[in-house]
């Protein structure tokens, strides 16, 4: 309501300024006008400036509406069965830092399980009630892990809110071309226009949508721009092509190799370089071969190292970067980056006709082995290629798995992710028979939720030994958190027998054993809890 | 009783919660895996044992039959009432997923329901006109007449005082009002407590806090020393005043008022429930919307820091009770009286005006209570829009808009009702005032439950 349609009188607004001038002065200093000046003056403002203001608040008018703003697009998915709304609500409002903190008690921590809720309720292709899509955008934004489904969930309705809201931003800039504002396969016109004309978060969205869609086309689109884009814009649609890389991309990619932007032939290189095919793979194969050769002369064949002694332009261009970071030798920094780029299958040629096994089995001469091995993980990684990772895994049960070998935990589980999930599932089953608890976090990240039913085992037996050797729960508190979320929830039934507080043995820490129960009845309180959460978002069940 | 078969919402029930702790402690509670022997019977009992972390599970019972609103009882020794157990198996029972069987009461849940009963059996024979008068005016109509007149002569003293004030504020100018800060209101005020003119006391402490409200103040505190000036005139000359007057001004100066208007019975619609706290209180305001009588009142409930207020009544529930007016021309304030059965989930919703009848409504409300700062009104087809810092609701067929109040646009609500909207028309209801409108509950444009949004 403005004021200054408000007044019925048009002569008013004249009328109260000068009222609240003398009131601002005070009537010492201005008398009001019809007022005699005096002991009196105030009062007689007061009157007249409640007179007016009742007037003004009477006469109050509503204002004109402002541009009102495009309707959000049509959401075509059902909504939610009445449970799972209510499911939804409690979920969202379990938000972190609202709690005192300390101990966890049974009761199943809501919040840790949304990411499950939302991927099941995207695997059923539910709309989000619209209500909810404040606290779920707020969810989101304080956790960059929950944002893919979270946003994907919340629909095109989520992002017609965010451009209202600068706190949504995070969900236009992330939104992998999910929304429906990006044209489809039969607008060819509406794709091109908004590539010349679309904001830069549009374009990317527009173009990692295409690349899903038609790897080709989505190349030959950012080829037409290509030579007049910026260069951090350069780099961000070329690294959007890495979705669908095929050895089509070569020719684009060879050309990308001579940028003006270092970002990007680096870029380029490495992308290229997950092609196997490609002919950057083969410059780097011969680069390396010259590198790496077996030594026949000694007791045992042994791989022997010359690390690159120059970085010339050709190496450069094809992005190793000549440059080694602070506190590494540079020969040794280009060797990796060169191995690391070479096709992991020109080797067995290059070797002596041996298996990755066989290979990664020699010993190394001069120390050279970590870092022959860590460039051999990070091309595996990079070439998903399942033979070298297994190869370079080793077995689960080795003594070295367990230690701080040649490749780190970190290495281990990236090597795992390049597997099939039950054989993942299953290396990491015998991982934990052999070495416990203690260093199969990072490796139980990687395997696929639900667990499969060998390494749901493990590592309930597992907890089970540890509560019996008389340690703190807290102690696995990461792993126990982690089974509440990706145990079976069928999985349930067998737990049963642990929620009994034991007997303490001797040597057990005071009161672990009350703890145990406490947190083996929160593991089975979660995976009910997830259960029903499934079976509320089933469309029989509801 | 006519609860069987209607279960709750998790909302509803969360709305019962004292605190945002207990609303998420019993939200953690709500699930199948700490409880066990629960089950609910057809008079509308739900009970069950909660393992907490003693050895002895928690024995908890809700009675939630009671037409005056759900009774709890549970054996933890927390003293939030109701407690996280409490609210915990109210929302397995909200869930229906067959965690609360039908069944009949153990023992130690049937005792305590039974007592109850009776009690509550009890209690109603008594508050029936045919029991006695209560003897609480024993000591007569005079000695009751004599206090009333003291307490209007310190009024009258608090008045006088505060009109001296004001004549100063005025006669040195708002702009030296800055300076001499907040202490100086406070301590006015302090003296209209001693004044018993609880009214006065808090219309001075606002004055106080409008220097610190950004730009524009001076036009804001003129207005309120002028309200305040108006409502001082309006006591000191009462006896002139038509008696509906007199009595909205007795009521704004602070002095006690009982609801003694004819009760009207009504399907009372729960349109909005939202809490304000200062230190030492907690108010709670109820906005019901009757659907015979198609009248709005508030209901209003206190509770000491940290306690809810007594009054708990979840959005989108009608509730078959009685309501008695508070005296006053142009009052919405009501009083609960007997309820007849326990709110249950309706579909029925308020019917909705434009916003240029809400400003009209808004300024005819104003002749009968001058001091009004909005009015209770349910839009209709309205669009929530953006309008440069803040939002308005416009109408969908029209030209006009109503502006979001300042207060409005920072809470979660507001956000809330534009995602409800999506760009199409919504119905809202809320407060419209002088400062623009306060939306507490929207209805989507289809079918659908209210949403709350204070």
């Known amino acids: ?542 | 009783m006519t609860q069987q078969g209607v279960r709750w919402t998790a909302d509803q029930v969360l709305a019962l919660a004292p605190d945002t702790a207990s609303r998420k402690a019993g939200s953690k509670l709500g699930t199948a895996g700490p409880w066990s022997g629960s089950g609910s019977s057809d008079e509308g009992a739900v009970w069950g044992l909660c393992k907490g972390s003693g050895s002895r599970p928690y024995q908890t019972v809700v009675d939630i039959s009671d037409a005056s609103g759900p009774a709890y009882k549970c054996s933890c020794p927390s003293r939030k009432f109701p407690c996280k157990h409490a609210l915990g198996l109210l929302l397995l029972w909200a869930g229906g997923d067959g965690a609360v069987p039908r069944a009949e009461a153990p023992e130690w849940a049937e005792q305590w329901l039974t007592d109850r009963r009776g009690r509550a059996e009890g209690k109603r024979a008594a508050d029936s006109p045919a029991s006695p008068a209560s003897p609480s005016g024993s000591a007569g109509p005079e000695a009751a007449r004599r206090r009333a007149e003291r307490r209007a002569e310190r009024v009258t003293a608090g008045a006088a005082e505060l009109e001296q004030r004001l004549a100063d504020l005025l006669r040195g100018g708002l702009a030296a009002a800055e300076q001499s800060g907040y202490g100086l209101w406070e301590e006015t005020a302090a003296r209209m407590v001693d004044a018993q003119a609880q009214g006065l006391a808090a219309r001075v402490r606002e004055l106080g806090a409008i220097p610190g409200t950004g730009p524009g103040w001076p036009v804001r505190l003129l207005e309120e020393c002028a309200l305040l000036h108006l409502l001082d005139q309006g006591w000191l000359r009462r006896e002139r005043l038509p008696e509906d007057l007199a009595a909205t001004v007795r009521s704004r100066v602070g002095l006690p008022a009982s609801a003694d208007g004819p009760p009207v019975r009504d399907r009372w619609l729960v349109l909005a429930q939202y809490d304000t706290a200062d230190a030492r209180l907690t108010t709670r305001r109820v906005w019901l919307y009757g659907t015979d009588s198609h009248r709005t009142a508030l209901l209003l409930s206190y509770g000491a820091a940290g306690r809810a207020p007594e009054i708990a009544l979840p959005v989108g529930l009608v509730l078959d009770a009685e309501l008695s007016a508070y005296p006053g021309a142009g009052q919405v304030r009501a009083a609960l009286g007997e309820r007849f059965a326990p709110p249950v989930p309706t579909a029925a919703r308020p019917p909705g005006t434009t916003p240029a009848r809400a400003v009209a409504r808004y300024g005819e409300a104003l002749r009968d209570d001058p001091w009004l700062d909005s009015v209770p009104v349910t839009l209709d087809r309205v669009i929530p829009v953006p309008d440069g810092d803040g939002w308005q609701l416009a109408d969908a067929d029209g030209d006009t808009a109503l502006p979001v109040t300042p207060a409005a646009r920072s809470r979660p609500g507001l956000w809330r009702l534009v995602a409800l909207s999506g760009g199409a028309p919504v119905t809202v209801f809320g407060e419209c005032g002088h400062q623009g409108f306060t939306p507490l509950a929207a209805w989507p444009e289809g079918p659908g439950e209210a949403v709350p949004l204070c």
Not at chain 1, 182 to 204: H, I, K, S, T, Y
């Open chain 1, 1 to 542: 309501m403005s004021r200054t349609t408000a007044a019925v009188d048009p002569s008013l607004p004249d009328a109260w300024e000068d009222l609240v001038t003398t009131a601002l002065l005070g009537t010492d200093r201005r008398t009001p006008a019809g007022c005699v000046p005096g002991p009196e003056a105030p009062v007689a403002l007061l009157d007249a400036v409640a007179v007016a203001t009742v007037r003004r608040r009477a006469g109050l008018r509503p204002a004109r509406a402002a541009e009102r703003p495009r309707p959000a697009p049509e959401d075509p998915r059902p909504p939610l069965p009445p449970a799972a709304a209510r499911r939804l609500t409690l979920l969202l409002s379990d938000r972190p830092g609202t709690s005192g903190g300390g101990r966890r008690g049974t009761a199943p921590d809501l919040m840790e399980l949304l990411p499950q809720w939302l991927a099941a309720a995207n695997a059923r292709g539910f709309a989000a009630p619209p209500a909810a899509l404040p606290a779920l955008l707020d969810a989101a934004r304080g956790r960059t892990d929950l944002r893919p489904a979270a946003l994907r969930f919340a629909g095109p309705r989520a992002l017609w809110l965010a451009r209202l809201n600068p706190d949504w931003r995070f969900a236009l800039r992330s939104t992998p071309g999910g929304g429906t504002s990006v044209p489809g396969p039969d607008d060819p016109e509406g794709v091109e226009r908004l590539w010349q004309e679309g904001l830069f978060a549009e374009r990317v969205a527009l173009l990692t949508a295409l690349r899903s869609r038609e790897p080709a086309a989505a190349r030959d689109l950012l080829a037409t721009t290509w030579a007049t884009e910026r260069a951090e814009d350069r780099l961000m649609f070329l690294d959007s092509l890495r979705t669908g890389l095929g050895p089509d991309d070569e020719p684009f990619l060879e050309r990308a190799l001579a940028d003006r932007s270092r970002n990007v032939r680096a870029t380029a290189a490495e992308l290229l370089s997950a092609l196997p095919g490609s002919a950057l793979a083969e410059r780097m194969a011969v680069r390396a071969g010259a590198c790496v050769a077996v030594d026949h002369t000694r007791d045992v064949p042994t791989i022997v190292v010359e690390a690159p002694h120059e970085c010339d332009a050709g190496m450069e261009r094809d992005g190793v970067v000549a440059k080694a970071p602070a506190g590494r030798g540079e020969r040794s920094w280009w060797l990796g980056q060169l191995v690391e780029a070479a096709p992991l299958d020109s080797w067995p040629r290059r070797l002596g006709g041996r298996t990755p096994q066989e290979i990664v089995a020699l010993p190394v001469a001069d120390d050279w082995q970590g870092e022959l091995h860590a460039a051999w993980c990070r091309a595996a990684v990079r070439q998903r290629n399942a033979r070298w990772s297994r190869a370079l895994l080793g077995e689960p049960s080795a003594p070295e798995a367990g230690g701080p070998g040649a490749v780190s935990l970190a290495e281990r589980a990236k090597l795992l992710d390049t597997l099939g999930a039950a054989e993942r599932a299953e290396w990491v089953a015998g991982f934990i028979e052999t070495h416990g608890l203690s260093e199969a976090f990072q490796l139980l990240g990687v395997c696929a939720v639900p667990w499969a039913a060998p390494l749901g085992r493990a590592v309930v037996d597992a907890l089970n030994i540890a509560r019996d050797a008389g340690s703190y729960p807290w102690s696995f508190s990461g792993v126990m958190g982690l089974a509440e979320r990706c145990l079976d929830p069928s999985e349930a039934s067998r737990l049963d027998a642990l929620l009994a507080i034991p007997d303490e043995p001797e040597n057990a820490s005071p009161g672990a054993g009350g703890y145990w129960s406490e947190a083996f009845q929160r593991l089975v309180t979660t995976l009910r809890l997830r259960a029903a959460m499934l079976e509320e978002l089933s469309p029989a069940g509801a």
